[in-house]
């Protein structure tokens, strides 16, 4: 198996999605100059998400099912392109406990309607061979989910509040130990070079098609590349107008806050089990072991929605006092539903309120059942010649369309 080897590719924006471009590229050949406006790699959405591997429980207000089968096929390969770039396979302390689904009172869809969504996820597994299951962190057995029992449920959730519970398959990884594991095998790459604190400013393709981009600091230079890769995330869109693509649809970008606990105990908590609270505006809990949570509560987290085409940073104006009220009003909000978050002592913890733009197509807020948000099929990579521009989606795309990028400039025969 050959590459063409030796191509200039510009990679811009340095979270997820641009470093693991950048690596599967670089392992073809590639010569990489990596942008990124921050003043180091990995340091918004990617870093401060829940790190969730979807296999599409979430999703159930998508009847077709694709969001689920599209998501699916990129968890599946998650673990082992990661691997691949970073060098070594996550291990158990980097992987969160796996989820439960919790069904609200409230929820857009009911405990049946949920139960026959996750069986529709049944199905869809079942098409993959063992190996294919067991790439998703060993899990390999052929049920994906069931339902606890009314004793179960009642031992961790207020049932006057969650209707039903299922425990299922599904699991994240920690989006932080992913970051230093990825930064690290960039850093190490001599075929990538990282351009910290630059910001791009356009990306055009000449008649010939040969794409260009100009640097924010030196709008009058143009620096020419065998291909170019829009891989940012909250300014994505405005790169892809100056290219000459106008969005064509309604976009929304949220802007989300979590709290991430380090060292709260020396020992797992069983009555926090990693949680998601469907389907509305709620919440997760995912557990990562040892006293490291991720904790989010939507209707406090969610602090500002746009949709200009390059969104702010609604957390950099927050004083400590605005801050320290997030941080109790998350645990007083996960705590209707999961009592046992009121014992949290966030005193005793090292806690770290970060947060990301969310971006997707449609309008409306997840509240809304006939928001365009409830679906993420309408994603992937899109090429006008040698310009690529990557819409992630969810976080566990990442790596997939990171494969799917490098084999469109540089193929494998």
């Not at 190996?131 to 179960?152: C, H, K, M, P, V």
């Not at 425990?167 to 990282?194: C, F, K, N, Y």
Request: aromatic share 8%.
């Amino acid at each position: 198996m050959t590459v063409a080897k030796g191509k200039s590719v510009a990679v811009i924006g340095g979270g997820i999605q641009g470093l693991c471009v950048s690596l599967a590229l670089a392992q073809r050949g590639c010569k990489i100059d990596l942008f990124e406006e921050n003043a180091c790699l990995i340091s918004e959405a990617s870093l401060w998400n829940e790190g969730k591997i979807h296999l599409g429980f979430v999703f159930g207000n998508d009847p077709t099912s694709r969001t689920a089968a599209f998501l699916m096929k990129g968890s599946l390969r998650f673990s082992e392109l990661l691997s691949r770039w970073s060098g070594g396979t996550l291990t158990e302390s980097e992987i969160s406990t796996p989820f439960r689904y919790a069904v609200h009172r409230d929820s857009l869809l009911s405990p049946e309607q949920v139960d026959a969504h996750f069986s529709s996820i049944q199905s869809l597994i079942e098409h993959y061979d063992e190996d294919q299951r067991r790439a998703y962190f060993g899990f390999s057995d052929r049920r994906i989910f069931r339902r606890l029992d009314d004793t179960e449920t009642a031992r961790d959730f207020d049932t006057d509040r969650v209707a039903a519970v299922f425990e299922t398959g599904e699991r994240s990884v920690d989006p932080q130990a992913v970051a230093r594991r990825l930064t690290q095998a960039v850093m190490a790459e001599a075929g990538i070079t990282v351009l910290l604190g630059q910001r791009v400013d356009s990306c055009v393709q000449d008649d010939k098609g040969t794409p260009s981009i100009s640097l924010t600091a030196d709008p009058g230079q143009r620096h020419s590349y065998d291909a170019v890769v829009n891989a940012t995330w909250r300014d994505r869109l405005r790169l892809d107008a100056t290219f000459g693509w106008k969005p064509d649809r309604p976009w929304l970008f949220r802007y989300k806050v979590a709290l991430h606990t380090e060292s709260l105990c020396d020992t797992d908590d069983p009555r926090l089990p990693s949680t998601t609270f469907v389907l509305g505006p709620y919440g997760d809990i995912v557990n990562f072991g040892k006293g490291r949570y991720y904790l989010s509560w939507y209707p406090t987290g969610c602090i500002a929605s746009t949709q200009a085409l390059v969104p702010s940073n609604p957390l950099l104006g927050l004083c400590d006092s605005a801050r320290a009220k997030l941080e109790s009003d998350i645990i007083k909000g996960l705590a209707q539903l999961v009592p046992a978050c009121a014992d949290l002592d966030l005193r005793a913890a090292q806690t770290k309120l970060g947060g990301g733009q969310i971006f997707a197509w449609g309008q409306g807020d997840i509240d809304d059942p006939q928001s365009q948000l409830h679906q993420r099929f309408d994603i992937g990579p899109r090429s006008a010649g040698r310009y690529h521009s990557v819409d992630t989606g969810k976080y566990c795309m990442a790596p997939l369309f990171a494969e799917q990028i490098a084999e469109r400039i540089c193929p494998e025969s």
